[in-house]
């Protein structure tokens, strides 16, 4: 029996309020020698640590599977319940969704960076020098006001060209019959010419129309990028389209809200169906418009990036900090306790390793019948005690349904 | 998307070092009334605990699955990372290999036994009174000398006959086109005839010639054993050729070598395409040539036969000493030390239970990635409490591949 199956079968709808607090890239590890303390067990959180003493099961999550360190996209969709494993996002897609892009369905998207090429089409440089930010923004305006759509009259693609940081951009194709996903163009090194975005499933007739789209699409850009010193040309990878996913409302029967700062969370929400909210621009914010928007959701993901910035730098101090500034801003949210609260981040970001890693996050959950680890406080070390054990952070939200009692009884 | 596929893909070269130190029946329980304490606690291992104080995380591990006590073979494959379940080597393989024969692709190998037959070739005792070692050797060499092949000329089956322990004994039949697995001819009780091995497949060519192979051996045998007073017959069980089971090097891209004493591991290790170093008698020689071979290969599976032997006999004390022996060499492995080492046991071999049990054994890694778990010892106790919680086994070479930094991140 298939066990989306039965948690489908046996959902309730309760009225209950759950809210996922996601610390992004919260776990870290502790090394000897260096004071054998991670950031969550140095920082002072006394909100926490009476959320803790009030009763709260704790564990760790596993994002993907064991050793697998997790992207934004995989981390986020285990937390959402969907299996990144089976649930696939391209790269073209999340930096799409990274760059505030509103895609639809059908949408290919492309990641892109502006590269150098010989006078023969030869590339000596797949980062084009890495030029500034501000180049990069004039040339992608250059290049969307010049090129609007590709394709013939009748099945036009809609071509969007958004900007990143440097060297790097995103481009989106959007019309009928479109598919991904198709090879990249790029070699992968210098010294050879650009290639061609091919269907990965030469069977597709999507995937085909999305390559001529592709072919043309270079055939107007390169010339307008004929003068550049740098950006002369172009690559593109992970050209992929929007997955299907099922809905999030209709999956666990509930509404939900995502209340993020950075539009890549922004849009791995949407992607399940949540409810964007704009407007917070700190977790202050965050937390009051959670109460404001109580009695209009059953499920609330609320963002914080501060920690995974933190551990990206390899900055202990800067990560404490960021929990703590957490800490300080917790009791907003708790004005209004949920009934179901977790605590947790999408993968850890160790400051050892300034990077994400594989090693499992901890995760806190609290309701009123989440019984209590009898622990202090929660941290990596204490979350290995709990009763949650370590497991697959795609149940998560499975648990989270279980302490809003959500689950009917399975069999007599 | 299948889940060895997507380590495959993720996987990168680094050149670290990985050591797997297999403690064979490494794990055992505590029992009220004796102690409450295992031998692992009761050991005095100042190194290991160094090692844990420098920082580890560990865990236990499920052999094969809950409630399920795995053999040698199993519990092996899973710690080089093959999912017993899947890939199923025969008893007769792993027989053969524990004697030290050096199969070839498409070999069948079948365990066998001298048993008593009476008058009319109904078998009286299946173990032909247990003979002692000496006959069994002094029959096998009669046999192996009168019988070299069968089958008829151009489609000649060669057969090797080797003496194991008492009435034990393996045949191997090496030939063009031959294929297991067949029907045992035991009948497992006294007071029926040998049986027939029959295809398990009968529409498998190669069975079917496997089985005229053996039925023609039997005639052949059968005469030259009429004259003695208790092993005139013989049974053939586990009959089955070498599966094919992918290589270790191309798997996880690792040069991996082998370091036993007994024969059993080193043909383990040689299923999955490890390289053999023979020579050292014991675990200091072992880990003497470890450091010998260090910039030979990448991987290093370092296996200590006597934890099991102890737990088999049921002697605590003697397991605690094989602990501590292991223990007083574990320096000089560590006077290189690799980027990654684990040390584990393939099962659990509780001195209580005097034999391989279902208990999930300890284990730990050491990285510099690895973290700290705080703990102060490696013992059962303390393994409930470690970062990895309980763990499939086959999991530990991508934990250990992680430790290493072998792994790309999955998705952005």
Redesign the interface.
């Known amino acids: 029996m298939n066990l989306d199956h039965v948690y489908s079968q046996l959902t309730i709808k309760t009225g209950a309020k759950l809210a996922l607090v996601v610390l992004d890239g919260l776990g870290d590890?502790?090394?000897?020698?260096q004071g054998?303390i991670t950031p969550l067990e140095a920082a002072k959180t006394p909100n926490l640590d009476r959320l803790v003493v009030a009763g709260c099961a704790q564990g760790?999550m596993t994002p993907?599977?064991?050793?697998?360190?997790?992207?934004?996209?995989?981390g986020h969709l285990a937390l959402f319940g969907y299996d990144?494993?089976?649930y696939?996002?391209g790269?073209g897609v999340?930096?799409a969704l990274g760059l505030g892009v509103e895609l639809k369905a059908g949408d290919v998207a492309a990641r892109a960076n502006f590269c150098t090429l010989d006078s023969q089409g030869i590339i000596t440089d797949r980062r084009a020098g890495r030029i500034p930010t501000e180049v990069c923004e004039e040339l992608c305006a250059l290049l969307a006001g010049k090129i609007r759509r590709v394709g013939s009259k009748g099945a036009e693609v809609e071509v969007i060209i958004k900007p990143g940081k440097e060297h790097r951009f995103v481009v989106i194709f959007r019309g009928e019959g479109l598919e991904g996903p198709l090879t990249s163009t790029d070699p992968n090194r210098e010294g050879l010419p650009i290639g061609n975005a091919q269907p990965e499933d030469d069977k597709s007739p999507a995937q085909k129309k999305t390559s001529r789209a592709i072919a043309e699409f270079y055939k107007k850009v390169l010339p307008l990028l004929a003068g550049q010193p740098k950006a002369n040309g172009f690559l593109l990878r992970?050209i992929a389209h929007q997955p299907h996913i099922p809905s999030f409302a209709e999956r666990y029967q509930l509404r939900a809200a995502c209340l993020a700062v950075y539009p890549m969370y922004k849009g791995l929400a949407q992607l399940v169906g949540m409810t964007k909210i704009e407007g917070p621009q700190s977790l202050s914010e965050q937390f009051e418009r959670y109460l404001a928007e109580y009695d209009n959701f059953d499920f609330f993901f609320i963002h914080y990036k501060y920690t995974d910035k933190a551990g990206e730098d390899g900055n202990f101090e800067a990560k404490r900090k960021a929990i703590e500034d957490f800490d300080a801003a917790l009791p907003i949210l708790l004005r209004k306790r949920p009934d179901v609260l977790a605590i947790t981040g999408d993968h850890s970001t160790?400051c050892?390793?300034r990077?994400?890693?594989?090693?499992?996050q901890p995760v806190l959950i609290h309701s009123k019948f989440s019984g209590s680890d009898k622990l202090e406080r929660f941290t990596?070390?204490g979350a290995?005690?709990g009763s949650l054990?370590?497991f697959d952070a795609k149940y998560l939200i499975r648990l989270m349904q279980a302490n809003a009692r959500m689950f009917d009884k399975f069999g007599a």
Not at 29 to 33: C, K, N, P, S
Not at 64 to 74: K, R
Not at 355 to 360: C, K, Q
């Open positions: 590890i502790a090394i000897a020698g054998e760790r993907v599977a064991p050793g697998i360190t997790p992207g934004s996209g995989p990144p494993l089976e696939e996002v790269r999340i930096e992970g160790p050892p390793l990077g994400h890693s594989w090693h499992p990596e070390t290995n005690l054990g370590v």
